[in-house]
């Protein structure tokens, strides 16, 4: 397969596809409190026209799809979409992220369709912290689903904790010594400007040279070569630990020059970067009858607005439009 560049001769073989923007949670950090306007029925894109744009984009060589939301695994149907979508031709990586509620209860048919990875957002380790953060969660039921999923075999299990100062960031040190006994990858991820614009503001970011200064005050950090699909996080091992500790910092030290991938939103348009709001809408092309040879032309000039990068750390003077729950997370 040829694979598709963009236009500075990155590889773009990556799509994270929102199955819904709907969430059974609020995280603070994510959602406005009186939630946001969730999309009517007709503009989600059904799995069908899902299932069309990952094989056109598979054709053009996509072969890795993570699928994410909201919470993707309230949507309806969803295993069945799910062995579809491993069946198709060229994808040979499906993942999922997921808040982890009804992971217990869906970790099995998961891994039954397909899914062969498993990321995990959790943000505090105190149950009373964790119900405040997400307003009305409960951790209980989210670490069952993790250990379900640890039983079923899905390696590795990724955690994804975003440190809001203030808020959780005393957690950092418990969450690297969940490594030392489990053999998770927990990631830290710097928090972003994007959705909720009264509640971010940048003291609220903790930057990765503060949380790795923190855990290097557990041990020494030894330096791992990332053993899988190669993501922008980056890995160390504390002493003797089971588990990884990785970092992500799109505010601090954005990875741009290496990302590799496309977004799809819920309401079917394309969207070339996280932090650009610039969209191309293959929902309205598709339903007026487009081919697929058209599909893959609009793919292409999403890759040609693709951005070089993005300018996050000067200051965040904006905050992005729609929240993650809207783009993908
Ligand atoms: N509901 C699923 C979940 O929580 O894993 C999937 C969608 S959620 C939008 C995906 C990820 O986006 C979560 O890990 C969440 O922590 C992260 N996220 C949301 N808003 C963020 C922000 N402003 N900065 C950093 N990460 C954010
Ligand atoms: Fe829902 Fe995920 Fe956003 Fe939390 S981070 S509100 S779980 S979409």
Not at 76 to 96: P, V
Not at 228 to 249: D, E, H, M, N, Y
């Amino acid at each position: 397969m040829a694979g598709m560049y963009d236009r500075i001769n990155r590889k773009i073989d990556y799509m994270r596809i929102s199955v819904t923007d709907r969430c059974n949670m609020r995280c603070v950090y994510c959602m406005p409190l009186d939630g946001v306007r969730g999309l009517d029925h007709e503009d989600i894109l059904s799995y069908e026209e899902i299932l069309r744009i990952a094989h056109v984009a598979a054709t053009l060589g996509i072969s890795k799809i993570r699928l994410t939301g909201g919470e993707p695994l309230i949507r309806k149907g969803l295993t069945g979409f799910i062995r579809q979508l491993a069946a198709l031709d060229g994808i040979e990586d499906l993942s999922l992220t997921t808040n982890g509620t009804l992971l217990e209860a869906k970790a099995g048919e998961l891994a039954d369709a397909g899914v062969t990875r498993i990321n995990v957002s959790l943000d505090s380790l105190n149950p009373e912290r964790f119900r405040e953060l997400t307003r009305g969660g409960e951790l209980e039921k989210v670490m069952r689903g993790i250990e379900k999923a640890e039983a079923l075999g899905f390696v590795p299990i990724k955690l994804n904790m975003v440190p809001v100062r203030g808020i959780n960031d005393d957690e950092i040190e418990a969450f690297a010594r969940l490594t030392l006994e489990k053999p998770y990858h927990v990631r830290f991820i710097e928090f972003m400007p994007i959705g909720d614009r009264k509640m971010w503001d940048e003291s609220k970011v903790v930057p990765t040279s503060e949380v790795r200064a923190r855990i290097e005050a557990l041990g020494d950090l030894s330096p791992v070569e990332n053993p899988g699909v190669k993501g922008p996080a980056t890995l160390f091992r504390l002493p003797g630990a089971k588990g990884i500790i990785g970092f992500i910092s799109p505010v601090s030290d954005h990875f741009c020059g290496s990302c590799n991938r496309l977004r799809l939103t819920a309401d079917g348009k394309l969207r070339p970067c996280l932090f650009s709001e610039s969209e191309i809408d293959l929902k309205t092309s598709m339903r007026a009858g487009c081919d697929d040879d058209e599909l893959a032309r609009l793919m292409v000039v999403a890759l040609n607005v693709k951005p070089e990068g993005h300018n996050m750390a000067d200051g965040v003077k904006k905050s992005y439009g729609r929240t993650m729950s809207k783009i993908g997370g």
